[in-house]
């Protein structure tokens, strides 16, 4: 007696769709003759499971408002340091 596994990998929007039906068929030998055995497996819907695309616009949002963020911090920090540069040479006249 003797066992094979093997995986098959299917895209989630196909898995996620209930009328999908993947059919796996196999012929073995027996010794005399090849037997036939098919199995089938149907799609299953996926309660909370997030869309890919939507995962992806998501993210990409996430890291375009990030950016905005970084780029504001960095023009405020550019603000400061010439803000304070200005009033350390006007103090220094001043003296």
Same mark, same amino acid.
């Given at each position: 007696?003797?066992?094979?596994?093997?995986?098959?990998?299917?895209?989630?929007?196909?898995?996620?769709?209930?009328?999908?039906?993947?059919?796996?068929?196999?012929?073995?030998?027996?010794?005399?003759?090849? &037997? /036939?055995? !098919?199995?089938? %497996? @149907?799609?299953?819907?996926?309660?909370?499971? &997030? /869309?890919? !695309?939507?995962? %992806? @616009?998501?993210?990409?949002?996430?890291?375009?408002?990030?950016?905005?963020?970084?780029?504001?911090?960095?023009?405020?920090?550019?603000?400061?340091?010439?803000?304070?540069?200005?009033?350390?040479?006007?103090?220094?006249?001043?003296?």
């Amino acid at each position: 007696m003797y066992s094979i596994t093997s995986r098959l990998r299917i895209g989630i929007k196909e898995w996620a769709n209930p009328n999908t039906q993947v059919t796996c068929v196999v012929r073995f030998f027996n010794g005399t003759h090849n &037997v /036939d055995y !098919d199995d089938s %497996v @149907n799609g299953q819907l996926v309660p909370g499971m &997030v /869309d890919p !695309d939507s995962y %992806v @616009n998501s993210a990409q949002t996430a890291k375009f408002a990030y950016s905005i963020f970084i780029a504001k911090s960095c023009l405020f920090g550019l603000f400061i340091f010439f803000f304070v540069r200005k009033i350390s040479r006007g103090s220094k006249d001043k003296w």
